[in-house]
Nanobody, 123 residues
Framework: QVHLAESGGGLVQTGGSLRLSCAASGRTFTSEVMGWFRQVPGKEREFVAAIRWSGGRTYYADSVKGRFTISRDNAKNTVYLQMNSLKPEDTAVYYC????????????????WGQGTQVTVSS
């Protein structure tokens, strides 16, 4: 079992920045890929970014490329999502998800996820 705990959400104005954190605990060796997804009411969960613990390869949705950066701290078992130049359309609940070998952009292929953290961008 892998436990994921997100933090760092909040309210920010358009153009502002936030950094989300996802701390993983438990059987973390079973979670090679860590991903960030987001969801707004009435819509499906949407891929944002992902990273591999081994090698650090990163993946981004087109909508966040150049604005968001995903990184990891292997020693702390923590993944970060630095979000810059935030827009109102970035408003969502952000979820950290993990799996050994998921289809990176498909949220249904991840076994573990956290409770989510709300990000609200005001216009």
């Amino acid at each position: 079992q892998v436990h994921l705990a997100e933090s760092g959400g909040g309210l920010v104005q358009t153009g502002g920045s936030l950094r989300l954190s996802c701390a993983a605990s438990g059987r973390t060796f079973t979670s090679e890929v860590m991903g960030w997804f987001r969801q707004v009411p009435g819509k499906e969960r949407e891929f944002v970014a992902a990273i591999r613990w081994s090698g650090g390869r990163t993946y981004y949705a087109d909508s966040v490329k150049g604005r968001f950066t995903i990184s990891r701290d292997n020693a702390k078992n923590t993944v970060y999502l630095q979000m810059n130049s935030l827009k109102p359309e970035d408003t969502a609940v952000y979820y950290c998800m993990a799996d050994r070998n998921p289809s990176v952009i498909d949220p249904t292929s991840y076994v573990y996820w956290g409770q989510g953290t709300q990000v609200t961008v005001s216009s």
